[in-house]
């Protein structure tokens, strides 16, 4: 069964950082592309950052120059360097992995609190 577990959201000032995790069991991790999405409260789920397999990045133009996505495949990790923090990224902020040929089924972590004050 596969498996994602965040960790690393919290509360921090505006201007601040954080660095958000994500380890991925039962999957060939090193096959699937991984997402970052993020929801505020009464707002639509959306895509911030990815990550290819052969570490390929995009970014949503609301976060280019102050977030950054990598992976380590051998720890079956993923994070999310969040910088430069501003009141508008304050949402739950999910990971996620993309299906593979292998396996098509996406599958999505429970998620972990960001918030920003100002």
């Known amino acids: 069964?596969?498996?994602?577990?965040e960790s690393g959201g919290g509360l921090v000032q505006a201007g601040g950082s954080l660095?958000?995790?994500?380890?991925?069991?039962?999957?060939?991790?090193?096959?699937n592309?991984?997402?970052?999405?993020r929801q505020a409260p009464g707002k639509e789920r959306e895509l911030v950052a990815r990550i290819l397999s052969g570490g390929m990045t995009n970014y949503a133009d609301s976060v280019k120059g102050r977030f950054t996505i990598s992976r380590d495949n051998a720890k079956n990790t993923v994070w999310l360097q969040v910088d430069s923090l501003k009141p508008e990224d304050t949402a739950v902020y999910y990971c996620n992995a993309a299906g593979t040929l292998l396996d098509p089924r996406a599958y999505w972590g429970q998620g972990t609190q960001v918030t920003v004050s100002s």
């Open 33 to 37: 592309t991984m997402n970052w999405y």
């Open 19 to 31: 660095r958000l995790s994500c380890t991925v069991s039962g999957s060939i991790f090193k096959l």
């Open 1 to 5: 069964q596969v498996q994602l577990v």
